[in-house]
T-cell receptor
Framework: EAGVAQSPRYKIIEKRQSVAFWCNPISGHATLYWYQQILGQGPKLLIQFQNNGVVDDSQLPKDRFSAERLKGVDSTLKIQPAKLEDSAVYLC???????????????????FGPGTRLLVL | ELKVEQNPLFLSMQEGKNYTIYCNYSTTSDRLYWYRQDPGKSLESLFVLLSNGAVKQEGRLMASLDTKARLSTLHITAAVHDLSATYFCAVDPWVRDDKIIFGKGTRLHILP
């Protein structure tokens, strides 16, 4: 079974530039998450989709960040314009929806992609 | 607002020893997850705990959940160097409008 795919793996940009990240979840996973992980910290949820609808985006800085999942599969996360403090690893994860379809324990497991490491100079 | 605290944040231990990582959280929840992250890598799911008293074991790792005490533990038995990593707990609160929160992680270094 293919895992969560993300691209690019690394990106270096200057502040005030724009950047976009792409995520392809595991086939059949209706729930998709974007996290920001700053060095030395735990992941912070930015946005959660169920199919193509937003479940939670309360921690997404909407003045500069946007995300979409138009067909309920792939997703993109965009930052425009970037700030120095946006330097982080951006993780995409997917899971079966709640209530789960995978049986006890499986419905809540999030499968993480390799992440995109962003450096803003 | 849900708060999740892990301790210790750093742990250096000898191979063969036992130790426990603690995860305390501040609101009602019966869904707690443990993840492992190796340096420069993504997160790998270790355990999913979905009820009070849940206990799961995989190899030298055992996780438990006490929802009344709002506490989960990750116990390491007879540690080996390969277990060196950062371990995160994450809590999904009972209130569906609230979001999943990760702890800051416990960086575990096992000395040969």
């Amino acid at each position: 079974e293919a895992g969560v795919a993300q691209s690019p793996r690394y990106k270096i940009i200057e502040k005030r530039q724009s950047v976009a990240f792409w995520c392809n979840p595991i086939s059949g996973h209706a729930t998709l998450y974007w996290y920001q992980q700053i060095l030395g910290q735990g992941p912070k949820l930015l946005i959660q989709f169920q199919n193509n609808g937003v479940v939670d985006d309360s921690q997404l800085p909407k003045d500069r960040f946007s995300a979409e999942r138009l067909k309920g599969v792939d997703s993109t996360l965009k930052i425009q314009p970037a700030k120095l403090e946006d330097s982080a690893v951006y993780l995409c994860a997917s899971s079966l929806p709640w209530p789960g379809q995978g049986g006890y324990g499986l419905q809540e497991t999030q499968y993480f992609g390799p992440g995109t490491r962003l450096l803003v100079l | 607002e849900l708060k999740v605290e892990q301790n210790p944040l750093f742990l250096s231990m000898q191979e063969g020893k036992n130790y426990t990582i603690y995860c305390n959280y501040s609101t009602t929840s019966d869904r707690l997850y443990w993840y492992r992250q190796d340096p420069g890598k993504s997160l790998e799911s270790l355990f999913v705990l979905l009820s009070n008293g849940a206990v799961k074991q995989e190899g030298r790792l055992m996780a438990s959940l006490d929802t009344k005490a709002r506490l989960s533990t990750l116990h390491i038995t007879a540690a080996v160097h390969d277990l060196s990593a950062t371990y995160f707990c994450a809590v999904d609160p009972w209130v569906r409008d609230d979001k999943i929160i990760f702890g800051k992680g416990t960086r575990l270094h096992i000395l040969p």
